[in-house]
């Protein structure tokens, strides 16, 4: 297993794809983080509070929601670009057992998951207390609460990159994975969530995205203001139960697949 | 003992059989050409051989077993499949880099195998932007990473320039003259005839011939041409005598199935002048179209 992930990671490493979506992660988070905190406490409807209390504050701090659904794409896309650049046969080549080669690349796309996260709470966190130094207020929010959200943003973003890989690894259509993502995120849990508010915490994006402390939109996938975010412990694990049981459902389906 | 056994291989995709009841054995130390015209089912048996497809039916087998449970796989087996590629974003080196820490070779085979098969300086370029010659020599150096003594190659003078193919048909014979058992699929004889010791055609899955190329060529038939007076009562002769016959022109002939001793005897008994007589030995290329176009007839 040990050789199986030292490959994986070395694939990942020796193309440009991870530090395109590191980017990505970071520049998303930045844009968001950016754009709320510049107009803080200003008329406009879209306006969050003024970063001076604790709901403003809290608000940019928690603008890394595109950051996990960002690292949930770069799950997907190490699975399934497998099969879009046909290097499966090489990789299935020199390891045979089809299940630990998932098990690797969904063990090492979760640590390449926490340094998104990791990046993604430093520039929300850095953007929020810098206009709040900026503007010469007193930071509203407890330090402990900033390092739960920042916690909540790394967890997450590992365990979405982790059920990722899974995905990828049930559909194999690189493009189809991706929009899955994407409709899940957007779509199937607006809806979801939007009509059964009590089961909304348990739907994994919004799951994660409570964890990591996002209330509102600002562009990203809205959580019911009415939902109680999960225990963090229960929330970890409801995203950890779904990156295993997509895995296993890929393993006994299309991991199976001959590679012809 | 075989190294390489295929025993009853049958896969079939939907309600189509690849390949159907395949049974061949590769002898250690034996260049074995696998060929076929394309959709004959060569790649389909190399990748159940691989363990990458799952046969419906039969096995195959590396040294006794599967190759999933080969131990040391790198260093037994080294593979080129079609229909595989590289990542386009990962240099030369780094794909090799990643190949030898997946097969657990040590990181300095690579310059190794990069400079054997003369890409060096192609080593810091992308897989993207090679030439196809390039990507065939790429897939080779891969497959030598272990220095593995089984190679198993599939087409891999597709897509090759006349020099491309001359390298790769030099580079074979040497892999055989190393003492390694190399099986190398191809649709086109010409392409290994001067490669191989023995071969293995396929037809639309099935085995149509196992045997050497000298057994392959004495299997071929030989047709006399013949010019002569009264070809008709020739014709008639030859036939009646167990020959097949075809009457090409008035005054000539095509005759299989006769020697020209026989053929020259029975004109002089009737008395029949002939003016040209001449055979006509088919190619190895002539041999395998045949195998293939018969079992075609006949499906």
């Known amino acids: 297993m040990i050789k199986a992930m030292r490959t994986e990671l070395l694939k990942i490493r020796t193309t440009r794809l991870p530090m395109g979506f590191l980017a990505l992660a970071v520049g998303l988070t930045a844009l968001v983080a950016g754009i709320e905190s510049a107009g803080a406490g200003g008329a406009s409807s879209m306006a969050i509070p003024s970063l001076s209390t604790a709901g403003g504050l809290r608000d940019v701090l928690a603008s890394t929601g595109f950051a996990l659904l960002v690292a949930a794409v770069f799950g997907a896309t190490v699975s399934s670009g497998e099969f879009r650049h046909q290097t499966a046969t090489d990789t299935y080549l020199d390891e045979p057992d089809r299940v630990r080669v998932l098990i690797a690349k969904s063990v090492v796309a979760a640590g390449v998951g926490l340094v998104f996260g990791l990046a993604a709470a430093a520039t929300a966190i850095g953007i929020g207390l810098g206009f709040v130094v900026a503007k010469g207020y007193e930071v509203a929010v407890p330090g402990a609460t900033i390092g739960r959200f920042a916690a909540g943003t790394i967890v997450a973003s590992g365990l979405l990159a982790a059920t990722g890989v899974g995905l990828g690894s049930l559909i194999r259509t690189q493009t189809a994975a991706i929009i899955a993502v994407f409709a899940w995120g957007f779509v199937v849990e607006q809806i979801v969530g939007g009509l059964f508010t009590s089961i909304a915490p348990y739907l994994p994006y919004t799951a994660a995205a409570m964890m990591a402390g996002v209330t509102s939109g600002g562009g990203m996938p809205q959580v019911p203001s009415e939902a109680s975010p999960l225990p963090f412990g229960a929330a970890a694990g409801l995203l950890a139960g779904l990156s295993v049981v997509i895995s296993a459902l890929a393993a006994r389906t299309s991991v199976r697949r001959d590679v012809s | ?299």
């Open chain 2, 1 to 299: 003992m075989p190294l390489i056994e295929v025993r009853g291989l049958t896969k079939r995709f939907g309600g189509v059989a690849a390949v159907e009841d395949l049974s061949f054995a590769v002898e250690p130390g034996t260049v074995t050409g696998l060929l076929g015209p394309n959709g004959a089912g060569k790649t389909t048996t190399l990748r159940m051989l691989l363990g990458l497809v799952e046969p419906t039916v039969g096995v195959a087998t590396i040294d006794r077993m599967p190759y999933r449970d080969l131990a040391n796989r790198s260093h037994r087996v080294g593979a080129v499949l079609e229909n595989a590629s590289f990542h386009p974003g990962r240099t030369v080196r780094d794909h090799l880099r990643v190949r030898a820490r997946g097969g657990g070779v040590g990181p300095t085979r690579v310059d190794a195998v990069t400079d054997l098969l003369g890409l060096a300086e192609a080593a810091d370029h992308l897989t993207g932007s090679l030439s196809l010659g390039e990507r065939q020599r790429l897939g080779l150096a891969a497959a030598l990473l272990g220095d593995p003594e089984i190679l198993i190659l599939d087409e891999p003078a597709n897509g090759l320039d006349p020099e491309g193919v001359r390298w790769l048909r030099t580079f074979l014979r040497g892999l055989g003259q190393d003492g390694r058992t190399v099986l190398v699929s191809s649709h086109n004889l010409s392409e290994v005839a001067q490669t191989v010791d023995g071969v293995v055609v396929l037809d639309r899955g099935r085995l149509v011939a196992r045997s050497s190329l000298e057994e392959l060529m004495a299997g071929g038939r030989e047709t006399v041409r013949v010019r002569a007076a009264r070809a008709e009562e020739l014709r008639d002769a030859l036939e009646a005598d167990g020959g097949r016959v075809r009457l090409v022109a008035d005054d000539r002939l095509e005759i299989g199935g006769l020697s020209v001793e026989r053929i020259g005897t029975l004109a002089g008994e009737l008395s029949i002048p002939l003016f040209e007589i001449s055979t006509e030995t088919p190619s190895l290329e002539d041999v395998f179209l045949r195998l293939t176009a018969r079992q075609e007839a006949t499906s």
